[in-house]
């Protein structure tokens, strides 16, 4: 039986006058209302109709927007093709690997997208908005068998039919029927979409698929707690097999129910690996060391990594304070050919000026008062190993000219020493600071920067990462209820909410931090609250706005968490909002007789005006006026906004 095709307008006009008929029975099964816990009809929303007025077309310019978020229109023979080459070039298991993290790196922007464009849709409507964009998407149509989530104890447990599966077209065509699942980018999508929308690991399996034989795909979707061997899977998840490291074991004082809840959440780290403190955590020498991630930003740092472990050349380590160099540093060092010898970390800005020098070359007895023995200093110690330099950028001139004929030279001379000591080490260094600026300003040695700026990695902040974000809350949840032996199921939507919108000014570093207080601070058996994560003066994003549409057609602005009343459905949360002054937009029923304007001014005025509720984003300011982004982009052209 052949379906008819229909235009995405046809859709929004079908839909909005009713009329959607059959076209809405063959891309929304029955089975949407299936949660056990609350009731989903096809009419919920976001519906289809709220979904598809996100989707922009630009095809003068060349661009396709979903929200903010660049798309573009892919032939599935393409992809395809791409799959079969992957596939013949690097093996199967690290070809699934990669399309399981790009499927996850998709599917946690989506649940954004749906976090942002529907702050108040329930919980299981926004999950079910997945399965809608993963169909307007043109990937796969969703049948949701049964789905429930319980979030008093942080377990999510759900079952789907996937029928149409673009990803078993292609594998077939290529390998036919084989005797294992193929469908990576899917279940990649799966696991991201679900563990960003809900704040923590979710894993997603597939039992059937059209590719070994089955008549249509089945998955299974489980927190990661409730699984009982989801290590392989979250093995695809790994952007190289050192990140991670394996569950450790549970305190003996742990009750039996309690131990599924507090299993670390890892990606993937074969056995018997060595283990560092987690990033932003120097001062716990025996936390469990997991460098957690999936977003393509932390996978380039991975990579990057990868690469220059087997040479020896000096790595520089950028990136704000808190996003874990240290950690990287570390990794580097274990997974090179020095692993067996030492690795000497020193953070040069707690070093005060005058025993910079002892403390990187050593001292000899009797160089100045209070000298009373030999001791080696830290360049000595690394040999044959590694030696970190953290916040190298405080040095001050006069160290940085020692530490660079060091470095030329490859020996040091102890204070009061008259000899000469070859040492052999591996530079590594660490700066939150532009070293570039601060050779323009006159406070960095060119030469030095040079000699460090071999193999620079930028490692970027948590905001630009937000992907990591989910993996991250179940690590720690997991590291501090061991730690602290405290039972807390997980987090609240309104935390999850919260998490995601906050700037975290303190990156990893702060986030592990406000872990650990919210699980001192919940009580045993109920879910972490903003209030828990937010005691210590923080101040959650104020400036997440939503748009919520009023009877009398105009439009206000609110922030997040401020109570709403007569809020219709669908509403909107710019990618760009407005300041939090300005919360409300331009309303077309003024309070006093409008003054007469040319037609062009008062054009002009509105576009303004809808430009600065909309916090300057241009398809949220479009979506104000109910006209197209790129109706809107031509306008603030022509006049010159």
Known sequence: MSRRRVSLADLNRRTATGQAGGLLATTEPSALGGFDTVGVSQHTHPTVADISECLFFSPGDGRIWLQDQRMILLHSEALGSLRRELIDSIGLDKARGLLTRAGYVSGARDARLVRQQWPNAEPTAAAIAGTRLHALEGVVQVEVVHARYDADRGAYEGEFLWHNSSEDDEHIAAYGVGGSPACWMQVGYATGYVSTLFGHMIVFREVDCRSSGAAHCRVIGKSAHLWEDPEQDLFYLNAQDFVGTPPASLPPSMPEGAQGKARTTYLGMPPGKASAPPAGTAAEPTAQATMVGASSAFNAACHMLQRVAPTAATVLF???????????????????????????????????????????????????????????????????????????????????GKLLRALQEGEIERVGGTRTVRVDVRLVAATNVDLRQAVREGTFREDLFYRLNVFPIHLPPLRDRRDDIPLLMSHFLAHY?????????????????????????????????????????????????????????????????????????????????????????????????????????????????????????????????????????????????????????????????
């Not at 990136?319 to 040069?348: T, Y």
């Not at 070093?351 to 009797?366: D, N, Q």
């Not at 100045?368 to 590694?386: I, L, M, Q, V």
């Open 481 to 641: 209820q061991r730690k602290h032996q405290r039972q807390v199921p997980g987090f609240s939507q309104a935390a999850v909410k919260a998490m995601f919108h906050y700037p975290f000014p303190g990156n990893i570093r702060e986030l592990q931090n406000l872990i650990e207080r919210a699980v001192i601070l919940a009580t045993d058996g109920e879910p972490i609250e903003p209030h828990h994560l937010f005691a210590g003066g923080e101040q959650p994003s104020s400036d997440v706005m939503s748009l919520h549409l009023n009877p009398n057609s105009t439009g206000t602005l609110h922030a997040a968490g401020q109570p709403q009343r007569g809020v219709a459905a669908g509403a909107v949360a710019p990618q760009n909002p407005a300041p939090p002054q300005s919360t409300s937009c331009w309303n077309p029923t003024p309070t006093a007789p409008p003054t007469v304007a040319p037609l062009h001014q008062a054009e002009e005025q509105l576009l303004r005006q809808a430009l600065h509720s909309a916090g300057g984003n241009v398809a949220s300011a479009a979506r104000l006026l109910g006209i197209s982004r790129a109706t809107m982009a031509y306008r603030v052209k022509k006049f010159g906004i």
């Open 318 to 400: 950028t990136g704000e304070s808190g996003v874990g160099k240290e950690m990287f540093a570390s990794m580097l060092h274990r997974i090179s050919p020095r692993k067996d010898q030492p690795f000497v970390a020193i953070n040069c800005a707690a070093i005060p000026e005058t025993l910079v020098e002892s403390e990187l070359f050593g001292v000899e007895r009797g160089a100045y008062t209070g000298a009373g023995t030999s001791r080696p200093g830290r360049f000595e110690r690394a040999h044959g190993g590694t030696l970190f330099l953290d916040e190298i950028g405080t040095l001050s001139l006069v160290a940085q």
